[in-house]
């Protein structure tokens, strides 16, 4: 069981946007903007999309964007294209590491 | 460009001794913590430890410490990740990742060590 909650699967259209929920105890999540999240294809390493809640490295689209509520981060992804198609995985580390389960996300 | 390059995959049975390895370039060696994180055959992300190769100073999570062991040779800019006897259930990828100081995601990652515990 892992200490951040995200939901097992997702799934959109191309061109649809989808949302990825990431919730954790306020210590970890609220109380600090170090969330981050990455993006995993099968067989492949993960790949960081989105660091510090809302900052995108160099390289990744913009159609990539993340928020936080409370104790509550998202992840965004508009324009869904058939490349998304991967596992998405939020993490925080304020003190210790802490990743959510992992969420699939199907492109139709 | 930073990079992280990791040991090939390994087959072991149950009771023996590895230590897989990943090489850093592209920066200076001790300006990044290198983690391990763990991926079981359908499963997610388990975080499972960190050094500082500027002291080597390392911490564990609670579910490895005492199970493995991380170390670094700054001369050759790797790190390792090491059992002195694996189970059944080390069978897994295993990842290392960087996490430039004061900073606190990571970025970039190896492409991953498949250890096989089998007997």
């Known amino acids: 069981q892992s200490a951040l909650t995200q939901p097992a699967s997702v799934s959109g259209s191309p061109g649809q946007s989808i949302t990825i929920s990431c919730t954790g105890p306020s210590s970890d999540v609220e109380s600090y903007n170090l969330v981050s999240w990455y993006q995993q294809h099968p067989g492949k390493a993960p790949k960081l999309i989105i660091y510090?809640?809302?900052k995108r490295p160099s390289g990744i689209s913009n159609r990539f964007s993340g928020s936080k509520s409370a104790n509550t981060a998202s992840l965004t992804i508009s324009g869904l294209q058939a490349a998304d198609e991967a596992d998405y995985y939020c993490c925080t580390y304020a003190g210790r590491v802490l990743f959510g389960g992992g969420t699939k996300l199907t492109v139709l | 460009e930073v990079q992280l390059v990791q040991s090939g995959a390994e087959v072991k049975k149950p009771g023996e001794s590895l230590r897989i390895s990943c090489k850093a370039s592209g920066y200076t060696f001790a300006t990044y913590f290198i983690h391990w994180v763990r991926q079981m055959p359908g499963k997610g992300l388990e975080w499972m430890g960190r050094?500082?190769?500027?002291?080597?100073?390392?911490n564990y999570s609670p579910s490895f410490q005492g199970h493995v062991t991380i170390s670094a040779d700054s001369s050759t800019s790797t790190a390792y990740l090491q059992w002195s006897s694996l189970k059944a259930s080390d069978t897994a990828i295993y990842y290392c990742?960087?996490?430039?100081?004061?900073?606190?995601?990571?970025?970039?990652w190896g492409q991953g060590t498949l250890v096989t515990v089998s007997s």
């Open positions: 990742t960087s996490m430039q100081q004061m900073t606190n995601w990571f970025d970039p």
């Open positions: 510090e809640v809302t």
């Open positions: 050094i500082d190769p500027s002291d080597s100073y390392t």
